[in-house]
Every structure is written in C-alpha cells, then in structure tokens.
C-alpha cells in the first residue's frame, strides 16, 4: 500500500509514519511511505499512485481540505483520511468521500484501524478470481459476478451471473477465498454477496433477482454487516 502522510509539523508527521510502520508491520501489510510537510507539495508530486492520504487539515497554505477538492477533481480512487483537532471538521469531509477522519492525539491503534478499512476497501476495487475444481475441469469465477452460494445436498451451489456451479465444496472452504467483508452468511445453507443484494422484506432477501432466506438471529447482524458495506462503497 502506497501511503503519503502530510503534516506540517515536523514530530506529529515523524509519530504518524511510525505508527504507520508499527500497525503495518504488525498486520502483515506492505507499506511505502511519503512524507510531506505541506499540502502543496503533495499536489506537486501528485498522487496518481498513491493508495492512501493521511493528511493534517489545518495547515499554513493551503489546507489539508482544500488540498482533497483539487485532488478530487482528478482523482475519486485515491483514499484520503484526515487527521484534526476538532471533531466538528469531519463533516465537511462528506464532499470528498473522506475514508475516516482520526481525532488528535492519534494511537497507534487508531492507525491500525485506519489501515485495515483502507486495505479492505483495496480489496472490494480489485478483480479477484475464484479458482474452483470440479471431477474434470477448473473454472476461473470473478468474485463480483458470485450472488451468492448455497448448500444442495451435499455439494455447494454457486449462482453467479445467468448461470449455477455445483461443486464438492464446503461454505466454510469457500468463505476462506472470499475479500472480507464483502459477504455474509445469512444461514446456515445461505451465503450472500453484499454488492448483489437489493431489498430485504422481512426474513427474506433480494439478492440479484432472487429470493435467499435470512435467519431471524442472524438479521440484526447481517443489516450490520450490510450497512458497514454500503458505508464504505460511499
């Protein structure tokens, strides 16, 4: 993940890349950094190939607000969280799709929070495939096209796009490919993607066209789950 910290002063933006560092390392995740002590100079290197902008708002020039309206003028991918004394700030925020907002002082684990919403995010925008092997052939699914998975007898049932897959296959296997996040096990024999579902009545869900059951102790979680998912497609 390629990650530009801006932060005017100089041991606030030192503190940030090292619990940058710190919560990366300790996830797993690859992080490179870039660090700039003014909202313009992240405008002048750009930020075409930056993934994330953890940036400071109050700044001497140009703000860090101002600095996300002419980035989101180019660019709506880039993923821009900021950094502010004043809870109050976070709304202005909304007219840049502002990933999150981290109120100072900072943690480390507030960073680690930061980087995890982001790393999911990357996630749902990549292409994954799903490789699945059958008695005589492999079939290569991209995740977005799967609706959602069901048990039939003893094999899984996959509906994605116009057409079935039945596979020897158990859900539990299959929800270890999948992006987190992006889908939810509404029953016991069900498993849904988030992306496909349009309207919920009752105990009962639209999940592409077509009708998948939601178990009455599972719903409180999955509208959870659904509105976690909405929130960050935003």
């Known amino acids: 993940m390629r990650i530009a910290v801006v932060e ?19 996830r797993g995740l690859s992080a490179v950094l870039f660090e700039y002590g003014e909202a313009d100079a992240l405008l002048r290197a750009g930020a075409a190939d930056l993934d994330l902008i953890l940036m400071d708002i109050d700044m001497p020039g140009m703000s860090g607000m101002e600095a ?49 919403k982001a ?18 052939e492999t079939v290569i699914l991209p995740v977005q096209e799967l609706r959602f998975a069901e048990t039939y007898g003893r094999k899984l049932r996959l509906h994605a796009g116009e057409r079935s897959i039945d596979l020897r296959m158990t859900m ?36 592409g066209g077509e009708e998948v059951p939601v178990s009455r102790h599972k719903k409180r979680e999955f509208m ?4 976690a998912y909405l929130g960050e497609q935003l």
């Open 8 to 26: 005017d002063e100089a041991p606030q933006r030192a503190q940030l890349c090292g619990f940058v560092k710190a919560a990366a390392a300790e």
């Open 68 to 116: 996300a309206h002419v980035i989101r003028e180019t660019d709506s991918q880039v993923m821009i969280a900021f950094c502010t004394g004043l809870v109050s700030r976070a709304l202005d925020g909304y007219a840049v799709q502002a990933l999150d907002f981290l109120v100072k002082p900072v943690s480390c684990a507030r960073i680690g929070e930061l980087l995890e």
């Open 119 to 136: 790393e999911r995010q990357l996630g749902l925008r990549r292409p994954r495939m799903l490789t699945l092997r059958m008695q005589e």
């Open 172 to 207: 539990a296997a299959l929800e270890k490919q999948l992006p987190p996040g992006a889908f939810f096990r509404v029953h016991n024999a069900y498993l849904v993607s988030l992306a496909h579902v349009r309207g919920i009545t009752g105990l009962t869900l639209d999940v």
């Open 224 to 227: 959870q789950a659904l509105t």
